[in-house]
């Protein structure tokens, strides 16, 4: 899992495309890249900026494609390589696990991590007047990339480095990193001392060094099929069409998760529109040593400084709202919302469809009693503030549900391959066809 290079070891398989997927992945994109982003991929993949030197931002974002069960067009299930990345903690994906084992072991925070994928276009933390928009984490605390790249490597439960200067002291171990911070951002790295003001400066670098990195088209390759479905260049099939429609009507999925182009014109769609929202998420009780729910946007130290009127706020307006995150690759990145507490699409659809209609769950009443999801549901963790308007009882038939699941199959990247491999094949996106918005821009957000 933490090993980048696997891929070199793995056995050929039937897949062939599972190969060329990733020659694709590491040569194109790394010849485009600027000397900062070269420097952002070998901090977040260094293994050495962690306490034990064992977890880098890759271990739980990892950049690598793994097995996972993939339906095929017989409807059974075969462990297939992935077609991209999900930018998530493989161990999660493969074992329906929530949370991620940190630096020192056993030592897990209490959220799923959710994708570095598209991360870039969230815009800065702010109160649009009616919502909090923006911002990064589940409760949007680090208001963009820069802010949130400074938080994993002192995270206790995460990288758990000591402080600023004992990540700065493990820098100064590497010649290359020596070289290319006094190249890029004229830090002379050897000499800062402890206390140092430029110690600051050095730390804040790493972080835009990281965001430079997160920025570029490998985290950003608008070439899933909706894309070029989007770009009128190809044609969903009857199920995927179906579900498209439902999705952006009675389902009322694009309410949140937003299929208009995000600059109202010919651009990509993002799949969110940033907000935040208490959907009714049941507690996951197999997070270890089962941590209090968290509270969403309650817990934003934020929220008082950009909202400026904060007394006026009502509870509902925060308590158990988290991130409406972009379902981008969302077939991906199992399992689902901040406590991971879904295992699959259809988990998550049949949850939006009936969880005001099957009776509460009881004795055990969590995802552990055996009714979950088929004959109860478990209440949320924050009941009485949950959106009881967009969702709970949309009345949407098993097959509804079922295109809903094909449709969001449909956000996955690098369509050009999945879509002529494994028995399918579009003529109208032959293998290699570039993203249809390639050159659309990628946010900063950090200044
Ligand atoms: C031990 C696992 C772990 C490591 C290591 C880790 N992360 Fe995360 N990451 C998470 C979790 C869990 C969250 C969600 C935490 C929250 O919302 O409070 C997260 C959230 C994020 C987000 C926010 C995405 C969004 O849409 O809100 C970004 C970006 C991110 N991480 C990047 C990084 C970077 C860069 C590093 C390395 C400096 C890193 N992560 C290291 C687990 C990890
Ligand atoms: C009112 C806004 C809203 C609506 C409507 C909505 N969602 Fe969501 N969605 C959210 C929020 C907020 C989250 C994160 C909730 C959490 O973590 O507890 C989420 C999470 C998800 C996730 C998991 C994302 C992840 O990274 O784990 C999926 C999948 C999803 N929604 C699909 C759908 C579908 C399909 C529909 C329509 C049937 C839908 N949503 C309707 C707000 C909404």
């Not at 990339?145 to 938080?151: I, M, S, T």
């Not at 990288?159 to 004229?186: C, D, G, H, T």
């Not at 608008?222 to 199920?239: L, P, R, V, W």
């Not at 769950?361 to 503030?385: I, K, L, M, R, Y």
Request: charged share 20%.
């Amino acid at each position: 899992m933490k090993n980048t290079n696997k891929h070199l070891i793995m056995p050929i398989k039937p897949l062939v495309f599972a190969l060329g997927v990733l020659a694709f992945t590491n040569t194109a994109f790394a010849a485009e890249q600027t000397l900062e982003q070269q420097l952002g991929q070998l901090l977040y993949e260094d293994i050495n900026l962690s306490l034990h030197r064992n977890q880098s931002c890759e271990s739980c974002h990892s950049l690598s494609t793994i097995e996972i069960p993939i339906e095929g067009v017989d409807g059974n299930f075969q462990m297939a390589e992935q077609p991209t990345l999900g930018f998530v903690d493989p161990s999660n994906v493969l074992n329906g696990t929530a949370v991620s084992d940190g630096s020192r072991r056993r030592a897990f925070g209490g959220l799923n991590a959710p994708s570095v994928g598209y991360a870039a276009f969230s815009p800065d933390f702010h109160w649009d007047g009616e919502l909090f928009i923006g911002g990064q984490f589940w409760n949007g605390r680090a208001s963009n990339l820069v802010e949130q790249a400074k938080g994993p490597f002192v995270n206790p439960l995460e990288m758990a480095m000591p402080s600023e200067w004992a990540v700065i002291e493990r820098l100064k171990q590497n010649r290359s990193y020596l070289r290319s911070f006094k190249r890029i951002y004229n830090i002379d790295l050897r000499r800062l001392r402890e206390g140092n003001p430029k110690v600051g400066e050095a730390y804040e670098a790493v972080a835009t060094a990281i965001s430079a990195f997160e920025r570029t088209s490998r985290f950003n390759r608008f070439d899933s099929k909706f894309d070029f479905e989007a770009a009128g260049i190809t044609q969903y099939n009857a199920s995927e069409q179906r579900g498209a429609d439902l999705f952006d009507d009675i389902a009322q999925c694009g309410d949140c998760h937003s299929t208009d182009e995000i600059d109202g014109e010919s651009g990509p769609a993002l799949l969110t529109d940033f907000s935040y929202d208490n959907i009714g998420s049941p507690a996951n009780p197999q997070i270890p040593r089962r941590p209090q729910a968290d509270p969403g946007l309650q817990g934003n130290p934020n929220i008082a400084a950009v909202h400026g009127n904060a007394s006026e706020l009502e509870l509902d307006e925060v308590q158990g709202r988290h991130k409406v995150m972009s379902l981008r690759n969302i077939a991906m990145t199992a399992p689902y919302m901040h406590n991971g507490v879904f295992k699959s699409l259809r988990e998550v659809v049949h949850f939006y469809n009936t969880r005001d209609v099957l009776p509460a769950c009881t004795a055990p009443a969590d995802a552990t009693n055996p009714g979950f999801a088929v004959t109860c549901w478990p209440q949320g963790e924050f009941h009485s503030t949950r959106n009881t308007k967009k969702m709970g009882n949309l009345g949407l038939t098993p097959q509804d549900e079922a295109d809903i699941v094909e449709y969001m199959k449909t956000f996955t990247d690098n369509y050009p391959e999945w879509g002529n491999s494994n028995g399918l094949s579009d003529p109208n996106v032959p293998t290699g066809t570039p993203s249809p918005f390639a050159n659309y821009p990628i946010p900063d957000h950090s200044n």
